[in-house]
C-alpha cells in the first residue's frame, strides 16, 4: 500500500522560491497529473517526492516515514522514477537495459532469475517492443528509447511511479498506449502514479487528479475536473487559453491567432 | 548469448598461449619440450633459469600491469561516463611521473623511484579529488576537467626537468615515462593488487551497470551514489597507481581493452571486469615480448607496442561496429 504525501514542503532554486509549503496527499488508486510552465520547478518537485533531492523546508513522507529515513532498496522496490531523459554513454542492449529495473529486488549476492527475465520481457512486450530486445539502445529512435525506459520502469514493478514527461518523443498512438498502460496500473491495489505532462488534454484524459504550478508560485490541487478552468490554466502558463466543450469532454488550447501570414495562405479563408 | 560465452573461452585460453610466448621467446628460443620440462621442474641449467628467473617475473608482472590498466579503465569510464576516460586522465600517472623523474634527477636507485612514482601518484590523486570537491555539486565534468589540468600542469614539470636533466640520465628517464617492465624485481605485488581490485569490483559489478547509466538512475534503484562515487575513484586510482609503480605510463591498454570487448558484446560490467582483465593481461605479455625481442637486443618501449598492436585492432572492430548498427 503505497502512500506518499508533502508536509510543508518548501522547495528553491538558488534564491528563487518554486514551491512554499504544499501540503499534499497522493492516495492510492490516483493518477495524478503535474501542470506548469516551463522552469515552474515540475522536475525538482519530482526529485524531491523520489527522494533523489533535499528538501529546502518541511518533508516529503513514504507511508507515513520521510522519505530521507527510507532504506534504499526498500524505497527503490516502493518507488520508481522515469526521468526526463537519461544518458547513454556505453552501448547496451534494450533488453539489458529493461532488466536492470529488477535491482532493487536482487540481493547483494544474486544475479537475475529467470523470473526477473521473465518480467523484463513482459515489460518490453507492453510497450510493443519485443522484438527489438537484443538490440542496442543507441539503434533505437527518440521514441523507442523512451518506451524502453518506460519498460525499465515497469521492470521495477514499484506501486508508486513517478513520470517526468512520459510521452515525450512519442507519436500520437503511443502517447494514447502508453498513458493507458501506465495509468491503469493505478487500478491494482495499493499502486498509484505521478505524472509529468505538458499536453493539459491528455492529463484530463487519463488522470483523476492534478497539481498545477502557478507562475506567481502558489498551487492549486485537487480533482482535475474541479480545479481546472480557463482562468487558472491562464495562470499557469501565463498566456490565453480557451476551453472547447464536447458532450462529455472539455479541451484547452492555447487562445492564439493564427499567424497572419498562415492565415493568408489557409484555404479557410478562401 | 553463445556468443559471449565463446569470447570468454578465447580469453581464457589467450592467457596460456601468451605466457607460453612470452617464456619460450627471446635471445634463447626454448621449444615447447624444453619448456614443459622447466615447468614440471625436470630440466635445471640455462633455459630454467631463464624462464624462472627472468621471464615468468616479466611476463607476471606484465599481465598484472596490463589487468590493472584494463580494470582502471572500466572503472574510470563508468565514473566519469565519458568513453574517452583512460587511466591517466585523471593526473594519476602524471604525479607519478614527476615524483620519479625527480628521483631519477637526484639520483636515485630504482627501489626509491618506484616508490616516489607510488607516491606522486597518491598525491596527485588526493589532489585532484581534494580541488574536484570543494564547495558546490560534485560532477563527472568538474572531476574531469579538474583531472585533466592537474595532468597538464605535471606534463608542463615533466617536460621542464627533462629540459633540465644531464644527458647522463636522460635516456633512463625517457624510458621511464614510456613504460618498462624490465626492472621489476616483485611481480607478486601487482598480481596480489590486482586479485584484490577484481575480488572487490566483481560483487559492485551489477550497481556498476546503473552507474554507468547515470548518477540518478543509480540513485533511483536504490544504490548509494556518495558511497559508489568515491569507491570508484580510489580504487581505480589506486590500480592506476600500482600499474604506474611497476611499469611507468604504458597507453592504450587502459582505454581501448574496455571498449573492444564492449564492441564484442561484454556490456554487462559483470562480464566486462574480468574479461578486461583476461585481455588486458594477455595483451601486455604479448606487447611485451614482442617489444623485447622483435629488434633485439634493443629493447622497445612496450607502449609502443601496446599501441602498435591495439590500434588496427581497435580500429576495424569500430567499422564493423559501425556498419552492424547502420
Not at chain 1, 494514447?176 to 505521478?194: E, K, S, T, Y
Not at chain 1, 505532462?197 to 485537487?222: E, K, M, P, Q
Amino acid at each position: 500500500m503505497a502512500h506518499l504525501e508533502t508536509r510543508k514542503l518548501t522547495l528553491h532554486i538558488g534564491e528563487r522560491a518554486l514551491l512554499r509549503d504544499l501540503s499534499v496527499a497522493f492516495e492510492a488508486g490516483q493518477n495524478w497529473a503535474i501542470l506548469g510552465a516551463n522552469g515552474s520547478g515540475k522536475t525538482t518537485l519530482l526529485h524531491t517526492l523520489a527522494g533523489l533531492r533535499r528538501t529546502d523546508g518541511g518533508a516529503v513522507l513514504l507511508d507515513g516515514q520521510p522519505i530521507q529515513n527510507v532504506a534504499r532498496r526498500v524505497r527503490a522496490q516502493t518507488l520508481g522514477i522515469l526521468f526526463q531523459d537519461s544518458p547513454n554513454t556505453f552501448p547496451a542492449t534494450a533488453f539489458e537495459t529493461v532488466l536492470s529495473g529488477r535491482h532493487p529486488h536482487l540481493g547483494f549476492w544474486q544475479t537475475e532469475a529467470a523470473t526477473d527475465h521473465a518480467v523484463a520481457h513482459a515489460a518490453l512486450a507492453a510497450v510493443e517492443l519485443a522484438d527489438v530486445a537484443a538490440r542496442r539502445i543507441a539503434t533505437l529512435s527518440g521514441g523507442e528509447r523512451r518506451r524502453v525506459e518506460v519498460a525499465t520502469l515497469l521492470a521495477q514493478d514499484a506501486p508508486l511511479c513517478l513520470l517526468d514527461e512520459p510521452v515525450n518523443h512519442l507519436d500520437p498512438r503511443h502517447q494514447i498506449a502508453l498513458l493507458r498502460l501506465v495509468c491503469a496500473r493505478a487500478q491494482r491495489a495499493g499502486h498509484l502514479n505521478l505524472l509529468v505532462l505538458h499536453d493539459v488534454n491528455l492529463a484530463l484524459r487519463f488522470c483523476s487528479h492534478g497539481l498545477l504550478l502557478l507562475a506567481d508560485g502558489s498551487t492549486s490541487h485537487g480533482r482535475l475536473d474541479d480545479i481546472l478552468d480557463v482562468a487558472v490554466l491562464e495562470k499557469t502558463y501565463g498566456c490565453a487559453m480557451r476551453e472547447i466543450r464536447s458532450a462529455t469532454e472539455r479541451f484547452f488550447f492555447p487562445d492564439e491567432p493564427p499567424i497572419e501570414s498562415r492565415l493568408a495562405q489557409s484555404p479557410l479563408r478562401q | 548469448m553463445n556468443h559471449r560465452v565463446g569470447l570468454r573461452w578465447v580469453l581464457f585460453g589467450l592467457v596460456p598461449l601468451s605466457f607460453a610466448f612470452a617464456l619460450a621467446a627471446g635471445s634463447v628460443t626454448l621449444d615447447a619440450a624444453t619448456l614443459w620440462r622447466v615447468l614440471r621442474g625436470t630440466e635445471t641449467g640455462l633455459p630454467a633459469i631463464l624462464v624462472l628467473d627472468l621471464r615468468l617475473p616479466r611476463a607476471v608482472s606484465a599481465f598484472s600491469v596490463g589487468g590493472l590498466l584494463a580494470l582502471a579503465g572500466c572503472l574510470l569510464q563508468a565514473l566519469l561516463r565519458n568513453p574517452l576516460a583512460d587511466p591517466y586522465i585523471l593526473g594519476i600517472s602524471g604525479g607519478a611521473a614527476v615524483a620519479a623523474l625527480a628521483a631519477l634527477l637526484l639520483g636515485a636507485g630504482s627501489g626509491w623511484v618506484s616508490g616516489s612514482a607510488f607516491l606522486g601518484s597518491l598525491v596527485a590523486m588526493l589532489l585532484v579529488f581534494g580541488l574536484s570537491h570543494g564547495r558546490g555539486a560534485w560532477t563527472e565534468t568538474r572531476l574531469l576537467l579538474t583531472g585533466v589540468v592537474v595532468a597538464a600542469g605535471c606534463g608542463a614539470l615533466v617536460s621542464l626537468m627533462l629540459a633540465l636533466s644531464p644527458q647522463a640520465s636522460l635516456a633512463s628517464m625517457l624510458f621511464w615515462l614510456l613504460g618498462d617492465l624490465g626492472q621489476n624485481n616483485s611481480p607478486g605485488w601487482g598480481l596480489a593488487v590486482l586479485s584484490a581490485g577484481l575480488l572487490l569490483t566483481i560483487p559492485f559489478a551489477r550497481t556498476l551497470n546503473l552507474y554507468a547509466r547515470g548518477e540518478q538512475v543509480a540513485a533511483a534503484l536504490g544504490t548509494n551514489i556518495a558511497l559508489m562515487r568515491y569507491g570508484i575513484y580510489f580504487l581505480a586510482s589506486l590500480l592506476t597507481a600500482t600499474a604506474v609503480t611497476l611499469a611507468g605510463s604504458i597507453g592504450f591498454v587502459g582505454l581501448v581493452v574496455p571498449h573492444l570487448l564492449r564492441l564484442l558484446g561484454s556490456t554487462d560490467h559483470r562480464r566486462l571486469l574480468p574479461d578486461a582483465v583476461l585481455l588486458g593481461g594477455s595483451l601486455l605479455v604479448v606487447a611485451d615480448t614482442l617489444a623485447r625481442t622483435v629488434v633485439a637486443p634493443t629493447q622497445l618501449p612496450v607502449g609502443v607496442l601496446t599501441a602498435l598492436l591495439g590500434v588496427p585492432v581497435f580500429l576495424l572492430l569500430l567499422a564493423r561496429a559501425a556498419r552492424g548498427a547502420g
